[in-house]
């Protein structure tokens, strides 16, 4: 590990400054992801710029729209362990949860999770599923992007130099919404998604679905945002024939590759079986919140 | 759960505190990563980035120049080293090729091989220093897995290499298959041609590490007046010594070895790799050098245990096993020395099999050279044959147990060697599976099944020294050479209070240096609590005698009038009687103090067997196990700690079905170990695991005299069969190539491959 600075701005104005110095730049939102990369020399910086510091990212709350505002550096633990946060966006907490033990969870954040734009992120399939939109902020202004457009590529977000990820913006889930994420691993703890599906629908009176999103990890480039299994749902009964056809929809957009956490055939076949997993759960979830 | 009547001890059965488990829960416990002494540098290790080159110049003058670095070191450094054999206990080791490991000569042999080492101010710097290290290569093709390297035009790992066999050279040309064993007995032919049932299989697994948590590390000091001084974290302080001695041609009287606490070992830490660079080191920088590994380090350059491929032939005639053919080849890694030997002699071990033929290839691939993990080459080779007993057992509309205990060896019953068994206790182990309550229950439920097998390691014996020292306040000091990684502290305390009939308490067993205690060998072969324990009881029966002497004085009574029992001198008529604290207190004024010491080549060792029962579930969907309920069955001889040997007993089965499920090495075409970190190599977690049931069988070995058997490493023996044959019933799919992860049971049953 070579030598770096470590700066810890007090505010935005003070963390763009330090961005726009001309130095090499990482971003610590957490650490969780960036100190282990740092130490194996997989990254390098000229000054490590420590986000917990800046009281907007670090706080969260519901507006009056019910949307929820989540600053990019706020714990992970101190979402899920918000009652009202794992009521209102259970599917969130589906991913809060997973990601690391709980010593790691205190310190790991959504911003990091996201800015890591690792393919297989549990953060990433189930705010995409959820249409959550990120606030993206610089010296020039702020403005928003939705998370799957995000990614560039592995490891590769969209932010630009001198572009900081801000805030985190999860739409109310309706009366007849659910949402549901979840990831197959091969042990029961201490893993990283061989494929992963994070799903939402809508449902009319009549249990038709009226809206959906799906979208998956780790079999692809980057988290994949799979509107053809939105299109095999919407208009149709929330039926196990429906949801397999969203599922081969979602096995049929996924790229994935084989490598030690799994093979192109067997992640495929999980895309599958996950999203109609995942769409089971949401269902439930809407009917036991009736 | 015991089963079998011994007789009743004061001590040996109960389970009394560790003596060192208050160091070690309150983290006072001192490893070798714990080392601090002054001007003491930091050490790190160059490695290949190849699996297979050669090296033709390495350059090192920029990284000597850089500020803060003291020593740079490469294989030039090293004396060179002789082509030949040191035994190392559970395993032997060819110096030259031990030389070459610890620091590549001519070529590298799998990525990771360390190349050179710099010592410096501090481990950054050192880093930076390793940048600046040129190392010229001429990349040659790697061959990785054991069949392709079984061929004719295989890349060569040496071009000097012939394979080997029982009878001299076995090939004219060069070949990666360093030797060739062949076990035989009776007639296979004939005996499969009157056969009721054959099955044919074949077998692979990969490479498995055996996943300590506490890495390699080394210090060492080299002195001005050439004595050298290495802590480090070993399963033997005295092999490290030898090797250390051998390798650097250092007289063993020179080298002071300091065992610190080890962090697991399972076979792992009985070769060397970081000792002679540290003392290298140490003596170019004029201070005292430290190396740790990092995990990564540790997966891609120390000695995980052997993949395999096994072609396995059975057959069976009246529900009897009557043959066997086994063509069974496993990776030693860069250099010869898999365990592929052991694996054909345990392979049958369980059973009386009259017709057999075993042919056991040794081959090297460009991976890391393997060290021993846990009874040795005896895991895969029983996945194999348990795995065709099941088959066969079914064949012939058999229990699988009851198969197993109408075929089972016995005393006398001959070894594929032909040396006759001992006493020994497969059938009871069998018979107690049988009786168990998990076996008399039902397996219920869609995608479960049940699974059983047997396993058998030989245990060793080897070298013990012990001395016990006796306190005046009538407590002793057990100075012995053993380190402690499974409780032995406490194992060899308990059989010195049990023979000189005082308190535990009132032992204080210390692991003491090189300099320090007479020789020991490693603690491996399951052999500590036995083999040191044999010397623990020769000390405590030295002791006994002195006791005596001393006691005449004090009594005034000739010594043949006076025996010792009960943790006191007594007459022959009982009229008189003096306790062990009160000779204690005598001592300085009856003839001096009073120690003892033995010093022995253990005999008498007694082999091992264990029988198991695992239930799982298969999601079909995912491909995922779950093992729902696991009873491990084991011939303990004697439990001295029962909690101790229920927890070897779970540690391997843990181990085992890590190995069944999920572990491998998994290497990308050119070499590279693509998981070489506990979060991509899946060992279990506590949620992995059930429960483990223990049912502890004591069938005393008569060659101990509380019928001590070791007890570490056969628990890993059969649980990849184990859960093979559960997955095969719960499935109806027969695995036969290892781990049974999700990816390959999904693959075979939505027939994805």
């Known amino acids: 590990m070579e030598n770096f600075d470590y700066l810890a701005p007090r505010s935005l104005t003070e963390a763009y400054a330090a961005l726009g110095s001309g130095r090499t730049s990482l971003m610590l939102a957490g650490g969780t992801d960036v100190i282990v990369q740092l130490r194996e020399g997989r990254k390098q910086c000229d000054q490590l710029i420590d986000l917990k510091h800046i009281p907007e990212l670090m706080s969260y709350g519901f507006a009056a729209d019910g949307t929820l505002e989540i600053g990019a550096a706020v714990p992970l633990a101190q979402l899920y362990e918000d009652p009202e946060v794992r009521r209102r966006q259970p599917a969130l907490c589906d991913a809060a949860t997973i990601i690391g033990g709980t010593a790691i969870q205190s310190r790991a954040t959504l911003g990091g999770n996201l800015c890591n734009a690792s393919p297989a992120a549990d953060s990433s399939p189930a705010l995409i599923a959820l249409g959550a939109l990120l606030v993206i902020g610089s010296d020039r202004g702020t403005g928003e992007v939705p998370v799957e457009a995000f990614f560039a590529g592995p490891g590769r977000s969209s932010l630009q130099p001198g572009e900081i990820l801000l805030q985190v913006r999860i739409p109310a889930l309706g009366a007849r919404e659910g949402a549901y994420y979840h990831r197959f691993i091969p042990r029961n703890e201490m893993d990283i998604a061989v494929a992963s599906a994070g799903v939402r629908i809508g449902l009319d009176e009549s249990d038709r679905i009226v809206s959906a999103r799906v979208a998956l990890g780790a079999v692809a480039a980057t988290p994949l945002f799979v509107p053809s299994a939105a299109e095999a749902l919407i208009g149709q009964p929330a039926t196990r024939e429906t949801f397999e056809k969203a599922g081969a929809a979602a096995a049929a957009a996924a790229t994935p590759i084989t490598d030690m956490r799994g093979s192109a055939a067997q992640r495929k076949h999980l895309v599958s079986v996950l999203t109609v997993r995942a769409l089971e759960r949401a269902l439930e979830r809407i009917r036991e919140a009736r | 759960m015991t089963t079998i009547d011994r007789p009743t001890y004061r001590i040996v059965g109960t389970r009394p505190i560790r003596p060192d488990g208050v160091e070690k829960v309150t983290g006072k416990a001192q490893y070798g990563a714990d080392v601090r002494l002054p001007n003491l540098i930091q050490g790190r290790i160059l490695r290949s980035p190849h699996a297979h080159a050669r090296i033709l110049s390495i350059d090192t003058s920029e990284a000597e120049k850089t500020p803060g670095v003291f020593a740079v070191l490469t294989h030039k450094d090293f004396p060179v080293a002789e082509d030949k054999i040191e035994e190392l206990g559970e395993s032997a080791v060819n110096l030259k090729e031990l030389s070459d490991n610890i620091l590549a000569s001519d070529k590298v042999l799998y990525k990771g091989h360390a190349v050179a080492a710099v010592a410096a101010i501090n481990g950054h710097v050192a880093e930076e220093a390793l940048k600046k290290i040129r190392v010229e290569y001429e990349v040659l093709p790697p061959v990785l897995d054991v069949r392709d390297a079984m061929r004719e035009d295989a890349p060569l790992l040496s071009e000097t290499r012939f394979t080997k066999s029982m009878s001299g050279q076995a090939s004219d040309k060069p070949s990666n298959i360093a030797a060739i064993t062949r076990f035989q007995g009776g007639n296979v032919e004939e005996a499969f041609a009157a056969a009721d049932h054959i099955v044919e299989r074949e077998f692979t697994t990969k490479m498995v590490h055996q996943g300590y948590i506490e890495p390699q590390n080394s210090t060492a000091s080299w002195n001005s007046d050439g004595t050298l001084t290495i802590w480090t974290s070993t399963q033997g302080a005295f092999v490290v010594r030898a090797q250390v001695a051998e390798v650097l041609r250092l007289p063993v009287s020179k080298i002071r070895v300091i065992p610190m606490e080890i962090g697991g070992g399972f076979g792992g830490k009985i070769p ?454 559960a997955v095969a019933e719960a499935t109806g799919h027969r695995f036969t190539d290892l781990p049974i992860s999700p990816r390959r049971v999904v693959e075979e049953l939505h027939g994805l491959a």
């Open chain 2, 272 to 725: 060397i790799y970081l000792d002679p660079v540290a003392t290298l080191l140490s003596k170019k920088a004029g201070r005292p050098v430290k190396l740790v590994m990092n995990r990564t380090e540790v997966f891609m350059a120390t000695g995980p245990t052997s993949g395999s491929s096994i072609k396995l032939k059975m057959a069976e005639k009246d529900g009897i096993i009557t043959a066997v053919q086994a063509e069974m080849a496993y990776e030693a890694g860069a250099y010869p020395g898999s365990p592929v030997g052991a694996g054909a002699m345990t392979m049958l071990s369980p059973y009386n099999i009259e017709n057999f033929v075993i042919d056991a290839y040794d081959v090297v691939v460009n991976k890391p050279k393997v060290s021993a993990y846990r009874a040795p080459g005896a895991p895969v080779s029983a996945f194999a044959t348990e795995t065709a007993i099941d088959e066969l057992a079914k064949a012939a509309g058999m229990d699988p147990l009851e198969f197993r205990l109408k075929n089972s060896a016995h005393e006398g019953t001959r070894m594929v060697t032909g040396v006759p068994f001992p006493r020994i206790g497969h059938e009871e182990c069998v018979r107690a599976a049988l009786e168990s309550p998990h076996y008399q229950s039902p397996i219920e439920g869609p995608n479960r099944g049940r699974g059983v097998a047997s396993g058998f390691w030989f245990n060793a014996g080897l070298q013990s020294s012990v001395s016990v020292a006796v306190n005046v306040d009538g407590t002793v000091n057990l100075i012995e050479g053993s380190t402690d990684i499974g409780g032995t502290r406490a194992s060899l305390a308990m059989q010195l209070a049990e023979t000189l009939g005082i308190p535990y308490d009132d032992v204080k067993p210390i692991v003491a240096d090189t300099d320090s205690v007479g020789h020991n060998d490693v603690t491996g072969g399951s052999r500590t609590t036995f083999a040191s324990g044999l010397a623990v009881v020769e000390a405590a029966k030295d002791i006994q005698a002195q006791m005596i002497s001393r006691a005449s004085k004090l009594l005034n009574a000739p010594e043949g009038e006076l025996r010792y029992e009960d943790g006191a001198v007594v007459s022959s008529d009982g009229s008189k009687r003096i306790p062990f604290a009160e000779i204690a207190a005598a001592q300085g004024r009856t003839g001096g103090p009073i120690y003892g010491n033995a010093s022995l080549m253990a005999r008498g060792v007694g082999g091992a067997y264990a029988t198991h029962i695992v239930d799982v579930e298969v999601d079909p969907d995912t491909g995922k196990v779950t093992v729902l309920r696991y009873t491990a069955v084991q011939d303990v001889g004697t439990a001295i700690h029962p909690s101790y040997v229920e927890g070897q007993i779970q540690g391997g089965v843990a181990q085992g079905i890590g190995w069944a499920l999920n572990e491998e090495y998994y290497y990308n075409e050119d070499g590279t170990l693509a998981n070489a970190s506990f979060l991509d190599y899946r060992m279990p977690t506590t949620l992995d695991v059930p429960a483990i049931d223990t049912v502890l069988v004591e069938v005393p070995n008569p060659g101990h005299p509380y019928g001590v058997r070791g007890v570490g490493e056969v628990p890993i023996v059969p649980p990849l069969a184990a859960v093979a044959n």
